[in-house]
């Protein structure tokens, strides 16, 4: 008979993912559906609801979602019951997964977590849904195995998926080529774009600057890029490892720029509503990836009302030194060093087919 996996991914990066693992699955003799975007689709897998569309960034802003999302989860516990998978593994997407694991896992699904909540930065009471629906967590980050251990859950540190995916880096100082990368989600582009572009025009004409997109983002969020820019999308990574230096949303843009060794500033900015949130449940010191792994500031943050071009215009020349430049890139290279462990789509397989090897 037949193996059948179920898979969810509810934003861009993470149905990414989810299409790299699908087509591991599906290579080895699985059929595999579920909710994704565009990539789970091209990995050959059913895809019964593309909800990436919808993703959003922020507690507010989510909200405003809540009632196209209710009845996905109707919908997709009908397709549950009826063709009952042998497994179902959910990526990331907190907000929607965590009432999806509870109807997988009242239908005797096996549940699998994949990039796991960050629960050990912000709102750990979380923990105890993970504990309850879910039969194991497969996290990303090394440090992240102890603690979802020391609660009670299963965990298997898979490594990064990140680092089977972006070449490997090939920094280059003397680039004059600075990327603009004010995120995936239309929210984030809307906050952060505007003051990215006004950053860059504060340093001046000897740089040439190109602004990052999603293949599935629309043209039209980026119109207000100066004329000269390029706007490039760049899926296999061969013109950002081209930079001399990043203006970065958080988030993953910040490990990718990470991973090829490019010193970079980062910016955040939400609503002010979200904002004031954030503050009270966010537990780490710092919001930037390549930082929390490092455990110090490798690269400058600025947060909110902190972002004032100027400010960061003044930091980054600064850091556009050359010898301060290559020591940048190599604290960031040594931290793609700690994530890759080999392939991490068939880790996963192997556990969940049985080959039980990652542990």
């Known amino acids: 008979m037949t193996q059948t996996l179920f898979i ?42 593309e909800i990436t569309r919808r993703s959003t960034i922020g507690f507010l802003e989510a909200a405003k979602n ?77 440090f992240e195995k102890k603690f979802y251990e020391a609660r009670g859950i299963e965990a298997t540190y898979t490594g990064h998926p990140l680092a089977g995916i972006i070449p490997l880096p090939d920094y280059n100082p003397d680039s004059n080529l600075i990327g603009i990368l004010p995120g995936s989600r239309r929210q984030e582009i809307k906050h952060l774009l505007p003051l990215m572009i006004e950053t860059a025009r504060g340093l001046g ?38 930079l001399k230096f990043a203006i970065s949303c958080s988030g993953t843009a910040t490990l990718e720029n990470a991973m090829l060794g490019i010193p970079m ?54 850091m556009l030194d050359r010898e301060k430049l290559l020591e940048k890139s190599a604290e960031l290279i040594k931290i793609r060093t700690t994530l890759d462990t080999g392939n991490v789509e068939r880790k996963i397989f192997d556990f969940i087919s049985g080959n039980r090897t990652g542990k």
């Open 8 to 49: 969810s991914a509810g934003d861009f990066s993470g149905d990414i993912l989810a299409g790299r693992l699908a087509e591991t699955f599906i290579k080895n003799g699985w059929e595999v559906f579920g909710l994704g975007g565009e990539k789970l689709r091209e990995s050959g897998a059913e895809l019964t609801e």
């Open 66 to 142: 809540i009632f196209y999302f209710r009845k996905v989860l109707s919908k997709t516990r009908r397709k549950i019951k009826k063709r009952k998978p042998q497994a179902a593994v959910v990526i990331d997407f907190w907000g929607f997964h965590s009432f999806l694991i509870k109807i997988l896992k009242t239908e005797n699904i096996p549940v699998y977590y994949y990039v796991s909540p960050q629960v050990w930065a912000s709102r750990e009471g979380r923990v105890k849904k993970i504990r309850k629906f879910t039969d194991r967590v497969f996290v990303i980050f090394p």
């Open 205 to 242: 004409g000897k740089h040439k600057f190109v602004c990052f997109k999603p293949e599935w983002a629309e043209r039209k969020l980026y119109g207000k890029i100066p004329q000269e820019w390029k706007l490039a999308e760049d899926e296999n990574y061969e013109l950002r490892k081209r």
């Open 265 to 318: 500033a980062i910016l955040y900015k939400t609503s002010p509503g979200t904002f004031e949130i954030a503050k009270r449940i966010v537990k780490t010191k710092f919001i930037g990836m390549p930082n929390i792994l490092a455990g110090y500031e490798v690269v400058p943050e600025f947060i909110q009302k902190e972002i004032v071009p100027e400010k960061i215009t003044s930091t980054i020349e600064e």
